[in-house]
């Protein structure tokens, strides 16, 4: 089934990280991601970069990546089996929102809710057409990914404004050009720090704990 998917892998010839980049892990999410994915000129200085633009091959029924069903769907099972054949130090899943879900994905309670910590913008002082909205990784691999940055779920806005692009343009690039998880810490938190802190202390509080859904 892998063989059917489109995969771009971009190499430097020196070892170092592998960071993987997924797109289209839901419906048509795929449509609104392609059009920031193709403005990057992925050249990593080290290590190797892998983009999947659209991960649900299969379309079907929207499942949540947070739905114990996820990882039993076709599309989760697929998706195991891309970091199984990359095993990838740094992982960027893209996702869209809408105005609709924005408060869901934002509101705090969305631990007890969901069993997953909230989401939150790099720059909560802009439309939310302008945001961006990060988190850590999904449940099922959150034993693997406990360090703050090395997994970074991104929400763009389905009708995503010019600051929203730049900011995820920003992000991606500073995933692409460093070479550790700390480099890529560090270059997001000189820029959003508050939100940066803000998503660690979630990210921290999430790995520590198992939150039972109320
Ligand atoms: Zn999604």
Redesign the pocket.
Known sequence: MIKKLKIKEYKSGRTGITRLILGG???R?HEVIKKVLVILKPNPPEGRIIIVPNVNIFGGR?V??INEDYIKSSAGKLYLSILERYKPDVVV?????NSKSYKNLVSSDRIYKKGVPNLVPYRSDLPIEDQILHGGPPPFVKEKFKEHASYITL?IHEKYGKKAEKTLIFILNSVINSNSVIEIRKKLKERYQKSMSEAGRLLQNYVSKDFIKQ
């Open positions: 892990m839901h419906g999410e929207y949540s990546m899943e893209l996702h869209v929102f929400e």
